[in-house]
């Protein structure tokens, strides 16, 4: 597609569940980038791919989190047992190159009852 | 570890108002420095940066940024608003060379009153 894809738009789970959550990125770009965007909290970051590289996955908040990038191209990022404090934007870009303009995806909105 | 402050939480203006975002940063080495911007309903989207050279940089719609290393400081200025500008803002750093982690700030919600 023509830009960074993200699956689903919205999501209403039960706290406990695990979700999953979907990126596509724009075809051919090497890095990829997971963020959390909560109100007044700004975009925290989560975990960085780029290429073949080990991933940085310094920015994610606990055990919970895991993401994974298949083949250098979809990504999933997976919160096991949510907790209502996980309710917040899930949003996934991509680049061409380390850090260069970044593309955004709509996001997905989470939200643990 | 690298952070980014905006120092504004949110800013009211009257169209044609000069506008200027803060932002500071904490990375003692050679950084890239963007801005970003999210109109209400869009996807963030790049407003501007700087990696070298020049700088005041310019971005689109009019706005521009000036790094002031001494400072740690990359601010965001606008002469005239518009209403059209009403959106949130953000500011993002990452460190040269390194793998490409990319820091936002917290936002600045910025609403230009007609």
């Known amino acids: 597609g023509a830009g960074v894809s993200q699956s689903p738009s919205n999501k209403v789970t039960e706290k406990g569940k695990d979700v999953e959550l979907r990126c596509d990125p724009i075809?051919?770009?090497?890095?990829l980038y997971w963020y959390r965007q909560s109100l007044g909290q700004g975009l925290e970051f989560l975990i960085y791919?780029?290429?073949?590289?080990?991933?940085?996955k310094s920015g994610l908040p606990s055990d919970r989190f895991s993401a994974e990038r298949t083949g250098g191209s979809v990504s999933t990022l997976t919160i096991q047992r949510t907790q209502q404090e996980d309710s917040a934007v899930y949003l996934c870009?991509?680049?061409?190159?380390?850090?260069?303009?970044?593309?955004f995806g709509s996001g997905t909105q989470l939200s643990v009852l | 570890a690298q952070s980014v402050s905006q120092h504004n939480h949110h800013v009211i203006l009257s169209e044609a108002a000069s506008l200027e975002l803060g932002c500071n940063y904490s990375?003692?080495?050679?950084?890239?420095l963007f801005w970003y911007v999210q109109y209400p309903g869009q996807h963030l989207q790049l407003l501007l940066k700087?990696?070298?050279?020049?700088?005041l940089v310019k971005g689109i719609k009019g706005f521009e940024a000036e790094f002031i290393k001494s400072k740690f400081s990359f601010n965001l200025r606008k002469p005239s608003v518009q209403w059209s500008d009403t959106a949130e803002y953000f500011c993002?750093?990452?460190?040269?060379?390194?793998?490409?982690?990319?820091?936002f700030g917290q936002g600045t919600t910025l609403q230009v009153k007609p």
């Open positions: 990375y003692g080495g050679t950084v890239n």
């Open positions: 993002a750093v990452t460190s040269s060379g390194n793998t490409g982690k990319l820091i």
């Open positions: 870009a991509s680049s061409s190159s380390r850090a260069e303009k970044l593309f």
């Open positions: 075809s051919g770009h090497t890095a």
């Open positions: 791919f780029q290429g073949n590289s080990a991933p940085d």
């Open positions: 700087y990696f070298s050279g020049d700088p």
